[in-house]
């Protein structure tokens, strides 16, 4: 077993070299071809600025090019290493950082995983506010070189184009829907339970043995009991399914208020089918980096990627 995990972790690493590779070679042709005032910085320039603007920040009678670096650039030591940030303002706490093309690719691979091998939109929301020189085209340039995101690219279908689902109040709609993972069992798991606030895309996933009403209302129990009920219930599966998860919640809970509803036209499907699509791709993506099969052990892992992504349907 030990083997296998070391063998693993190889290939992993094999991987993550050779796309560094990669990127690196399609970024300095990019490089070659960019303007002189353009925002990235080669190794030697992030140093040139550094001790730059040191020793702007230390002259007492300075000159146009010191007011000009002080206005863009500031330092900061992190530990012993010193680091090149944006100037903080006042009422602003956030630090945003500008990174040398040398760590480029290391920034942009832990945004990518971090956000569910998400595209272009999730990680410019991931990053923007961390970092002052990552381009878009520097976010556009990391997904063509990542295995499973050419994978899912090459599998997809264009499809038409839907307005987001806008709802006015948090936790007044949500949905459920067990989803099929019959060609990879757990154990006994063999279903997943997505659980959605319409409104805030917020999302609960639970690992389910059987897709019947009663194991999906047992589980909503515990969403409920620390989230608070919805006013309303829908399911993708139907509103006889919708309807019977409620029956049987209100059997253990009495007092419960909550209706079953149903989708309220055919784009609310379409998003629906999206979002647990995207889940079952950001799950078998995390399996197949990690080489593992026990996805109930990711589902924490998904649920966080998806809840810290970008949705377009927020406002």
């Known amino acids: 077993m030990r083997m296998a995990e070391q063998n693993a972790v190889t290939e992993q690493e094999s991987r993550y070299v050779d796309m560094q590779r990669r990127f690196y070679e399609e970024l300095s042709n990019a490089r070659a071809s ?10 030697t320039t992030y140093r040139k600025l550094l001790s730059d603007v040191l020793k702007a920040k230390k002259t007492a009678k300075k000159e146009p090019r010191d007011y000009w670096l002080l206005n863009r650039y500031d330092v900061m030591v992190i530990g012993n290493k010193s680091k090149l940030i944006y100037p903080i303002r006042e009422g602003v706490n956030a630090i945003r950082f500008y990174v040398p093309d040398s760590e480029l690719f290391h920034v942009l691979h832990e945004a990518h995983l971090a956000v569910g091998h998400g595209g272009r939109d999730r990680m410019l929301k991931e990053l923007s506010p961390k970092y002052k020189n990552i381009t878009g085209y520097d976010i556009e340039l990391y997904p063509q070189i990542c295995g499973p995101c050419q994978k899912k690219q090459k599998g997809a279908k264009k499809g038409v184009v839907v307005m987001p689902m806008v709802f006015s109040d948090f936790n007044s709609r949500c949905q459920v829907d067990p989803i099929d993972f019959p060609s990879h069992p757990d154990g ?7 659980y959605q606030d319409h409104l805030t895309k917020f999302v609960v996933l639970k690992a389910l043995k059987s897709k019947t009403a009663e194991e999906v209302a047992h589980n909503l129990a515990d969403i409920f009991t620390l989230l608070g009920a919805p006013s309303i219930l829908q399911s993708d599966n139907g509103r006889e399914f919708a309807n019977k998860v409620v029956t049987s919640l209100k059997q253990h809970w009495p007092s419960l208020k909550i209706v079953h509803g149903k989708l309220r036209h055919s784009q609310s499907r379409g998003s629906v089918e999206r979002a647990n699509q995207d889940i079952e791709n950001m799950l078998c993506t995390w399996m197949q980096d990690k080489r593992t099969d026990r996805w109930n052990e990711g589902l924490r892992l998904v ?8 949705h377009s349907g927020i406002k």
């Open 34 to 43: 960019a303007a002189k005032n353009s925002v990235f910085l080669s190794e």
């Open 188 to 194: 006994e798991y063999k279903f997943i339970m997505a």
């Open 303 to 310: 649920k966080l990627m998806k809840n810290r992504a970008f």
